[in-house]
């Protein structure tokens, strides 16, 4: 575990005694990132993923990148010229074939940043940003900070598991709004994002799958 995340874990369990019997279940963040991406593959892969089990968006991936034997990742260039039909037979749907050419589009007009510009944005305008992008919401985006850029403030408290981890872990009768959660957890900044990867975790424990959740 890196010093980093071992701070957080100290500011987490400090300014939450819940949290921190979650930490302490759990044991030390595992959490990975994949720093080395372009936003606009992060974009593209987390697309492919939406609304999808892991191995769906996985054999989804596995037939694109198949198309471009010769490149890592195909370009946005490349990505553009590949008609719909092409796409719609590795998997995507009609929506998705449409949200990628987007991107891939916003490359181009340099609406989607490279890495290096990326680094020296704000989440606040990351979001802003990107979430003009069709087919592209904020989820999406925070998906893009936590994993690719490592941005370590990152609750995405639209998502079902981290609300519901939150849920648990205060004993509430229903998961809360992602206001309400926003409002709930400013004490956990500036390391949201480690607070998320152990409300992830929620349902592997015992105690939650005896509640048969």
Same mark, same amino acid.
């Given at each position: 575990?890196? =010093?980093?995340? #071992? #701070? +957080? &874990?100290? *500011?987490?369990?400090?300014? =939450?005694?819940? %949290?921190?019997?979650? &930490?302490?279940q759990v044991g030390p963040c595992? *959490? $990975?990132?994949?720093?080395?991406? $372009?936003?606009? $593959?992060?974009?593209?892969?987390? /697309?492919?993923? #939406?609304q999808l *089990? /892991?191995? +769906?968006? =996985? +054999?989804? &991936?596995?037939r694109l990148l198949a198309l471009f034997p010769e490149a890592a990742f195909p370009s946005a260039e490349q990505l553009l010229l590949t008609a719909p039909e092409t796409l719609r037979a590795c998997g995507f749907s009609g929506r998705k074939i449409e949200t990628i050419h987007g991107i891939a589009a916003g490359v181009a007009s340099g609406l989607v940043p490279s890495l290096q510009e990326a680094m020296t944005l704000s989440d606040a305008e990351l979001i802003a940003r990107l979430v003009s992008l069709r087919g592209i919401g904020r989820w999406t985006v925070e998906m893009l900070l936590i994993y690719t850029l490592e941005r370590m403030d990152i609750l995405p408290v639209d998502d079902f598991g981290v609300?519901?981890?939150?849920?648990? &872990?205060?004993? %509430?009768?229903?998961a809360p709004t992602p206001r309400e959660l926003l409002a709930a957890t400013q004490s956990w900044g500036p390391h949201r994002t480690v607070a998320?990867?152990? %409300?992830?975790?929620?349902?592997a424990l015992p105690d939650y799958r005896k509640l048969g959740r």
């Open positions: 575990m890196t =010093d980093a995340y #071992q #701070q +957080a &874990i100290y *500011h987490l369990s400090a300014a =939450d005694p819940d %949290l921190a019997r979650l &930490i302490e595992l *959490h $990975e990132t994949k720093a080395a991406r $372009e936003p606009y $593959e992060a974009l593209v892969r987390a /697309v492919a993923y #939406q *089990h /892991v191995r +769906a968006g =996985d +054999a989804m &991936i596995a609300r519901e981890g939150y849920r648990f &872990i205060k004993a %509430l009768p229903r998320a990867w152990y %409300l992830w975790r929620v349902p």
